[in-house]
């Protein structure tokens, strides 16, 4: 990726004290192999992720949601992170307030090595009991019992935002403070249509970030932004990185 891809002012913005926030999308993992999961691309015995991944799909029958969710686990387990993961980590160690926003559920970034990460949607690597409300991180892969059970013999869920619910409150609101008290944004694989996700950006721009741009292809948010980049999150962020870094 050539330097003068980026703008001249760039290293006005990304300076060690800047307060920075970096929203990842699906794009972000897929870089890493990682499938959708969705559309026809994500057809499992006949069944689609919108009729799996739901609270009536799991009541009807958890043996097969969780059927679904075994294979899932099964597939990230073989998936690393890639070089976009891991120059956000360098990213978090380099600045000084530095927060992560990510709308995966893989677990790709916390792998990497990222620590302060605001999980929007979850993580497939928790789960919740049904019963008492308690969540734990629950790494058994293959699972040895399907539905797998909690200690106290209720059903354990992904702890992770099924279709129909809603978003937890918490890392919506962590996510919405860290975007309004940022000095730059950089949005990641994410095409800028999932709320309320997609207003993450927005709050950043308004509150006066310098908003920076990376996917594949335009997005919603890219008349917005001071800076898009189309290219791979794993090419396009190292090369940010040394430009920043070399400062």
């Known amino acids: 990726m050539p330097r003068d891809k980026f703008p001249w002012e760039l290293h006005n913005f990304f300076k ?25 691309d994500g057809l499992w015995r006949n069944y689609r992720a919108e009729e799996l991944a739901t609270p009536e799909a799991f009541t009807r029958d958890p043996k097969l949601v969780w ?19 891991e120059t956000i980590v360098k990213m978090e160690v380099y600045f000084e307030d530095f927060q992560l926003i990510t709308q995966n559920v893989d677990g790709l970034h916390r792998r990497a090595g990222s620590k302060n990460v605001i999980e929007l949607h979850g993580n497939l690597w928790r789960v919740r009991c049904v019963e008492e409300g308690k969540i734990f991180d629950f790494m058994e892969v293959p699972l040895k019992a399907v539905p797998p059970l909690c200690d106290c013999g209720s059903l354990i869920r992904p702890d992770v935002v099924w279709f ?9 609101e962590a996510a919405f403070t860290a975007a309004e008290g940022c ?11 999932v709320q309320p996700a997609a207003l993450i950006p927005i709050l950043a721009k308004q509150n006066g970030a310098y908003l920076v741009e990376v996917n594949l292809e335009p997005t919603p948010f890219t008349g917005l932004a001071d800076c898009s980049v189309l290219g791979k999150a794993g090419e396009v962020l190292p090369e940010l990185w040394n430009l920043i870094k070399d400062q």
């Not at 060690?16 to 969705?38: D, N």
């Open 16 to 40: 060690k004290g800047s307060r920075v926030v970096v929203l990842t999308g699906a794009g972000v993992s897929a870089e890493s192999g990682m499938p959708t999961f969705r559309g026809e």
């Open 164 to 172: 129909g619910e809603a978003m937890p409150i918490e890392p919506l």
């Open 183 to 193: 000095d730059v944004m950089v949005v990641v694989g994410t095409s800028g249509i």
């Open 67 to 85: 059927e679904w969710y075994d294979m899932r686990r099964k597939i990230i387990h073989g998936c690393k992170p890639n070089p976009g993961h």
